[in-house]
């Protein structure tokens, strides 16, 4: 391909992409198609031969399509969204055309400063003091993991790196029952082990973590010679939005010495709106390290997760290695690669700069917003249903609920609904029953979208019951 071609293939997609979006309402949100129905598909061995675009087109939108499940549909309300603005989209375009590997400052100047200055309005977004600086991950995992890291390098006098794990006694890391299953795996990953991630019970309406109960779990384990390393706070939990109250999780955590993360991979974004703040951030600016991702609910392309750090010290002593093909010269830059597990990063601050412009944080702030007052809205509706239960009430845009019946009978519900395909919904579980989850965070969902839910829950009860 020539780039004369590449320029009319690319108006094509783009036109291609216009009408995806503007008729995007009206295909089912999840992929209809059965397992291997899409494999079956593609031939078993690549062609010797070049193949028209032509053709690769046609076969894009016959065999790829119907095995989609589409994110940006504006009746998605299953896990959390994966939200991908126009001005986001079309800064991707950019970067995908420029295609440049950014793991140095002296690799791309533009992207790194550019990263340090978005991280830093968003700071300001999220109203964090001036002292924290941070770093753009490609998920809240990989924050997650850096973080879990730190917090055995630190408690092991940053020697783990250097002669393993073998003798340095069990460390313990703290959290609720609630936490992501990303931090189970981050203490697979770094050699902690899932018996030494200390799960406590989640209390009270927005389910926390018991400050009591921690003080005691690692009063205990000091007694038994264990070696307490890092606590894991969260903000909106993606169960059913657990938040834990940060002031005396911290209180336990200083008193201890001990590094602290804080999850809030989907509901920090909603930290933008001051008046959320008193309720979800108090006390925020005591951990060590923050995780947002703009890829959820601020409409960042994915994927984009923000790590803020109080202090980059320790992670740096964590993760930084400079062989010499990597040293740069001259005055002293940034180079964020030092300052996450992967050596290549993508330009994914363009995207931040281009969605905060496009829309300024009060336009951000009033999808947010609304969100959050039409997932209370259709709570209600569900309530009035016959026989049904609201389990959690809603947090910021999330509630989970039952129908009548069995645990069985849940998912029934939640499979018929997803092969009706007007709305996706996806299960959950909370204290030992199954629940259904209703999330509203799709970027362009619109109160109509969000209402329509009620009736096609009802219309596919009724047909299941």
């Avoid at 979006?21 to 992929?31: C, E, G, I, N, Q």
């Avoid at 697979?188 to 003080?215: C, H, M, S, Y």
């Avoid at 040293?327 to 830059?333: L, P, R």
């Avoid at 363009?350 to 905060?356: A, C, E, H, Q, V």
Wanted: with cysteine.
């Amino acid at each position: 391909m020539d780039w004369d071609e590449f320029a009319e293939w690319s108006k094509q997609i783009a036109d291609w992409a216009v009408d995806y979006h503007k008729t995007l309402a009206d295909r089912p949100v999840r992929a209809q198609t059965a397992p291997g129905e899409i494999a079956e598909q593609l031939p078993v061995a690549p062609p010797e031969d070049a193949e028209a675009m032509e053709t690769v087109l046609a076969d894009f939108e016959t065999i790829v399509m119907p095995g989609m499940t589409h994110w940006q549909h504006p009746r998605f309300f299953a896990y959390f969204p994966a939200n991908a603005a126009p001005p986001s989209m079309l800064a991707e375009m950019l970067v995908t055309t420029i295609a440049a590997q950014c793991m140095l400052w002296q690799t791309s100047p533009a992207a790194t400063e550019m990263e340090g200055v978005m991280v830093d309005w968003l700071r300001q977004a999220l109203d964090l003091p001036e002292t924290y600086t941070g770093v753009i991950q490609d998920s809240a995992s990989s924050a997650t993991l850096s973080a879990v890291l730190t917090m055995r390098e630190r408690a092991t006098g940053f020697t783990g790196n250097r002669h393993g794990l073998s003798g340095k006694g069990n460390l313990r890391i703290y959290c609720s029952d609630q936490v992501h299953s990303s931090i189970d795996r981050a203490c697979w990953v770094a050699g902690i082990g899932q018996e030494n991630l200390v799960k406590l019970p989640a209390t009270g309406p927005r389910f926390a973590l018991d400050a009591n109960a921690l003080e005691q779990a690692i009063a205990r384990d000091l007694e038994d010679g264990q070696i307490p390393a890092g606590i894991i706070a969260i903000t909106g939990g993606t169960g059913v939005g657990a938040s834990d109250q940060l002031e005396p999780v911290l209180a336990v955590a200083r008193k201890h010495d001990l590094y602290t993360h804080l999850d809030a991979a989907w509901a920090g974004a909603a930290m933008i709106c001051p008046e959320l703040r008193a309720d979800f951030w108090h006390g925020v600016e005591g951990f060590d390290s923050i995780v947002f991702n703009p890829h959820k609910w601020l409409g960042a392309q994915f994927d984009c997760s923000v790590q803020f750090l109080s202090d980059p010290l320790p992670q740096l002593n964590t993760l930084k290695i400079e062989p010499e093909y990597l040293k740069t010269t001259g005055e002293a830059v940034t180079n964020y690669s030092e300052w996450t597990i992967p050596l290549g990063r993508r330009f994914r601050a363009l995207k931040i700069w281009f969605l905060i412009r496009s829309y300024g944080l009060e336009g951000l702030r009033a999808r947010i917003r609304n969100h959050i007052v039409w997932s209370g809205e259709i709570c209600e509706q569900i309530r009035a249903f016959e026989g049904f239960e609201i389990v959690t009430e809603p947090i910021l845009s999330l509630f989970s609920f039952r129908c009548p019946g069995d645990d069985a009978t849940q998912q029934r519900l939640v499979d018929a609904l997803n092969d009706d395909g007007r709305i996706y919904l996806t299960q959950g579980a909370f204290q030992g029953r199954k629940v259904i989850r209703f999330q509203v965070g799709q970027f362009d969902t619109t109160r109509e979208d969000v209402m329509m839910a009620a009736g096609v829950i009802k219309d596919v009860w009724r047909r299941i019951a």
